[in-house]
């Protein structure tokens, strides 16, 4: 036995890492059925995105394309999903346009943590005005229908990639800061703070070495849930036609654009539609195992 | 441990071994465990934590899980009838909270939040009642019978207690309705699993000379489990040691506490403090995990006056006296 | 004569009780309720009382970990409360609190190495290797090992959680240790390890204990002097020995009443008292043990309350029949008084504990 403890100790997180690393984590994923399926998807249409490039037969019809001969046809050996009206293949278009709406969700989500996570840590821990503040502050966004306000500032900002990301970060940022607030809040009367505190360690570390990392597991289901919301709202705003606009291959768009050559034309709007249902379902039940994996006292039976 | 006649013996339990199949392995919880409560006896159960003695007492009602609770062998006797035999629907009809009662650790668990205490007093009588002479009860002595009891644990005021609910009262109050509660249906046998444990000392003493007044009055039996040498001495009138699973030693208290014999009972006597003495002792070495534990007696490792055929050969039970039963090579 | 280490003066520690829809202060928590107490360099005090006497609140207080209602509390001669916060910081790390339940004051996410770590990231500029060296020793000052640091709190047990709460602390290098129910939940045989660990930890880091127990058997073996507690206040302090056995207090008698004997077969069952301890909310009127005391005296006892007065060297008792208590060798006997050999005391160490810690 070596009398040195190994480095890796010290660096925040790699406990967590170790933790969620290991075979038992990864039986969890897998633990039944349905979190296999999410897990699954998840990473498939991870995979699927990343690699839209090498997988798609026609990447030129990611954007701008025309190819009149082709135009809306039906799924066949040559365009396994049908071609669009500018006769674009949609299966190309598909996976591309996962990389466009899973950048958004992942922009959009990673901005709204970064807002309104530290904001909720701060409120929950201290009370008084700085609390009240930012407390107020949210609820006023809480107080109007996500979709409602995206809708708004998305047609006020005009129909680009940035602007629809700025337009849901704004409506998601508050409900990280409410539910991280609560969590402090009761979280700040554990005994383990209160025996670092009287070790005199400064309330910056108790928040964000001790505090924060219990908040994960929050966060992460409602990123993860709210990754699959974002993903319908932006889909919602193509759609509507404040998001992003033609020819960027966003299934929103897509099913909106399809909306005119309905019900003929079923592909178009088929293939679009499930690869939302697909991927929103995927995060939604993978968030929930996740939240499990958090906890290394949950892990295992003990005699 | 074997007096005279088996027939005078209320509660045998009889080379009980049970196991626990876990993540981590098999647990060896019980170890053949030889047990007897005779009639009207207080028989105490003591160790540490770890040691079985929970389990123990909550396989004679049934209550351990299997899976992942296994019993690999052993019987369980109450009077003539052996309890392993029965199924778990009988158990709960014809045992539970009827022929043996529970007096359990925690008393906020066991009591039902949105029921007052009289209601829940008065279900014990209305399902599990049988009075003294056999004939089901008027319900008006039913509540006088509810009252008198309460007033038995000193509990003044009792229909004010009555009308109470749970999360009203203080821990020593709860506690004194779960003694009522297991002393209520008149059982055959009393399974008192640490009920003093959490309790202030001064409610403690409270608490075990009321106990002890119960049982004078109604002729039960107790089995008491206990980690508290000192509560052993003050109520239990038998006692027996048990140590990562295995019976160490059993005998009358005073034997026990005069002579001691099995190494461990020894060191855990010198390791308890109590007024009478100035120093107490330390046990070196740490209580076995019971999973691959050797094969013999499981003090093997910390026995300081071990021999090589403890290791792997289980001691058999030697009288050391008539009514003292020792489980270790160096008395056989 | 040297001044005490600490010194707690009449220090109150209140606690508002709201109800009500609008949270509305409705009564007060007389938790501590003017404790005086001086411990000197070197020595064990141990407090003594059942649940809700104050006696944890008094140790969080002394700490910092409440603030004092009133009152004050003097370390190294210096007060702490009107100290630039600067130097109240340095000065109240040589003061600590060790808490009652080992494994809630550890964060059950954090390696062990981690939780170590963190006083000594906290409060000084060492790198990370010098830091692990540092705990890396106390560890094994405490008869852990590496393989330790390496868990998570609920993968260890009692004993051992307990001997890291205790590294943790003493890497801050204090002087004082509030300890709190140091062997609550530990079964006996470890208790007792932990006690002589206690004990020789005292005497390798210069330490002084507060110890705070329920129970008297422990605190006979460890304490120098003991102070008996019961509702906020302090109602019997002395050298260990002459209180107990010498009680003057109907309390303190009371509380060697109930202590379950290990000779069995002889109950006191005269000296036990009736009823619970009353609300700390509904203090009855003078003194507040008379609901329970046996020597109620109307007229005197719930006319106003006694304070503490001298019954012996540095033994003083707040009763007003406490000349009544005899010490006659009947009335020990009936309370169980303590055996009385004179055994020899070791210069600075009370703890008598056999054998050697194998482990």
């Known amino acids: ?303 | 441990m074997h007096r005279t006649a088996e027939e005078s013996h209320l509660l045998r339990i009889k080379d009980l071994a049970l196991e626990f199949h876990t993540e981590r392995g098999v647990v060896q919880a019980l170890d053949g465990v030889n047990l007897a409560v005779a009639k009207g006896e207080v028989l105490g159960l003591v160790g540490e934590s770890g040691c079985g003695k929970t389990v123990t007492g909550r396989s004679v009602l049934g209550l351990i899980p299997c899976p992942p609770g296994r019993i690999v062998r052993g019987e369980i006797w109450l009077d003539q009838e052996n309890l392993m035999t029965l199924s778990q629907e009988n158990l709960r009809s014809r045992v539970r909270g009827s022929r043996i009662t529970l007096v359990p650790q925690d008393t906020l668990g066991p009591l039902n939040p949105v029921h007052t205490v009289g209601t829940q007093m008065g279900d014990i009588l209305k399902y599990k009642g049988r009075s003294r002479n056999g004939r089901p009860n008027r319900p008006g002595s039913d509540h006088q019978e509810i009252l008198d009891l309460l007033r038995a644990v000193h509990l003044p005021d009792p229909d004010k207690i009555l009308a109470k609910y749970p999360a009203e009262l203080s821990g020593g109050q709860r506690q004194r309705i779960l003694i009522a509660m297991a002393f209520l249906p008149r059982p055959e046998l009393i399974i008192a699993d640490e009920p003093t444990t959490a309790l202030d000392v001064t409610v403690q003493a409270q608490i075990l000379k009321i106990f002890r007044d119960l049982v004078a009055r109604d002729g039960c039996s107790v089995l008491f489990i206990t980690h508290d040498m000192g509560v052993v001495a003050t109520i239990c009138d038998r006692v027996s040691v048990m140590y990562a699973g295995q019976i160490a030693e059993t005998a009358p208290v005073r034997k026990l506490f005069e002579s001691p014999r099995h190494p461990y009972t020894v060191k855990l006597l010198d390791s308890v403090p109590s007024p009478e003495k100035k120093e107490i002792s330390q046990i070196p070495g740490t209580v076995p995990t019971l999973i691959n534990i050797n094969k013999g007696c499981r003090f093997y490792d910390r026995c300081p006056q071990r021999l090589d055929r403890c290791r792997d050969h289980k001691p058999g039970l030697t009288q050391a006296d008539e009514d003292h039963a020792v489980f270790c090579h160096l008395f056989g | 004569m040297t001044s005490p280490l600490l010194e707690i003066r009449a220090l109150k520690r209140y606690f508002p009780v709201r109800s009500g829809l609008l949270h509305r202060i409705t009564g007060l928590l007389r938790a501590v309720d003017g404790v005086s107490l001086e411990v000197n360099a070197g020595e064990v005090i141990g407090i003594v009382g059942e649940s809700g006497c104050g006696k944890t609140t008094l140790g969080k207080t002394v700490q910092g970990i409440y603030r004092p209602t009133a009152g004050e509390i003097f370390l190294e001669g210096k007060p702490l409360s009107r100290l630039p916060a600067k130097d109240l910081r340095r000065l109240g790390l040589s003061l600590q609190y060790v808490h009652q339940d080992p494994l809630a004051s550890f964060d059950p996410w954090w390696p062990m190495a981690r939780s170590l770590d963190e006083p000594l990231r906290a409060h000084t500029d060492l790198p990370w290797s010098e830091r692990m060296e540092r705990v890396v020793r106390i560890v094994k000052a405490v008869g852990l090992d590496t393989e330790h640091l390496e868990c998570f709190p609920h993968e260890l047990s009692g004993g051992q959680l307990r001997r890291l709460t205790l590294a943790r602390v003493l890497a801050l290098n204090p002087r004082v240790l509030i300890l709190d129910e140091p062997t609550a939940s530990l079964d006996v045989s470890v208790q007792a390890r932990i006690l002589k660990l206690l004990s020789d930890l005292r005497s390798e880091f210069k330490l002084t204990y507060v110890f705070i127990s329920h129970d008297l058997r422990i605190v006979r073996i460890m304490c120098d002097r003991v102070a008996v507690m019961y509702l906020g206040k302090v109602v019997e302090i002395g050298p260990t020995e002459a209180v107990l056995r010498d009680p003057r207090h109907p309390y303190t008698r009371a509380l060697l009443a109930a202590i379950p004997r290990l000779s069995p077969g002889e109950p006191q069952d005269e000296n036990l008292l009736e009823g619970e301890p009353p609300s700390p909310l509904f203090l009855p009127q003078g003194c507040r043990f008379s609901s329970r005391c046996p020597l109620f005296q109307e007229g005197l006892c719930n006319a106003s309350e006694p304070a503490l007065s001298p019954i012996g060297p540095g033994h003083e008792a707040a009763c007003f029949r406490s000349a009544e208590l005899s010490t006659s060798e009947e009335t020990v006997a009936r309370v169980g008084g303590f055996g009385l050999e004179k055994a020899e005391k070791r210069e600075g160490s009370k703890m008598r504990i056999g054998e050697s810690d194998a482990s």
């Open chain 1, 1 to 303: 036995m070596n009398g040195r403890v190994s480095a890796l100790q010290s660096l925040p997180g790699v406990g967590l890492a170790k933790k969620l690393l290991n075979r038992r984590m990864l039986r969890l994923f897998f633990r039944d059925k349905l979190t296999g399926l999410g897990t699954v998807l998840v990473l498939v249409t991870f995979f699927l995105a990343v690699a839209a490039p090498v997988l798609s037969p026609f990447p030129e019809d990611a954007y701008e394309n025309v190819r009149v001969a082709e135009r809306l046809q039906s799924p066949s050996a040559k365009h396994w999903f049908g071609t669009d009206r500018m006769g674009r293949d949609i299966f190309s278009r598909v996976l591309y346009g996962g990389r466009v709406t899973l950048f958004i969700a992942l922009a959009v989500t990673l901005l709204s943590i970064a807002i309104g996570v530290p904001l909720g840590l701060v409120a929950g821990y201290y009370s008084g005005a700085i609390h009240e503040v930012i407390m107020r502050v949210a609820d006023v966004f809480l107080a109007i229908p996500r979709i409602i306000l995206a809708l708004s500032l998305a047609a006020a900002l005009g129909p680009n990639v940035p602007n629809v990301i700025v337009a849901l970060s704004v409506s998601f940022w508050p409900r990280f800061t409410r539910i991280v607030e609560a969590e402090t809040q009761s979280l700040r009367h554990e005994l383990y703070i209160e025996a670092s505190q009287s070790l005199g360690v400064s309330p910056v570390s108790i928040l964000f070495r001790h505090i924060f990392v219990h908040t994960l597991p929050t966060i992460i289901v409602r990123g993860t849930l709210g990754i699959g919301f974002t993903i319908l709202l932006a889909a919602t705003l193509g759609f509507i036609g404040v998001g992003v606009s033609p020819p960027t291959p966003e299934w929103g768009l897509m099913i909106a654009e399809s909306r005119e050559y309905l019900p003929g034309t079923w592909w178009y709007a088929l293939f679009p539609g499930l690869a939302i249902f697909l991927t929103v379902m995927g995060y939604i039940l993978m968030g929930d195992s996740l939240r499990d994996a958090m906890d290394p006292r949950l892990r295992g039976i003990e005699g």
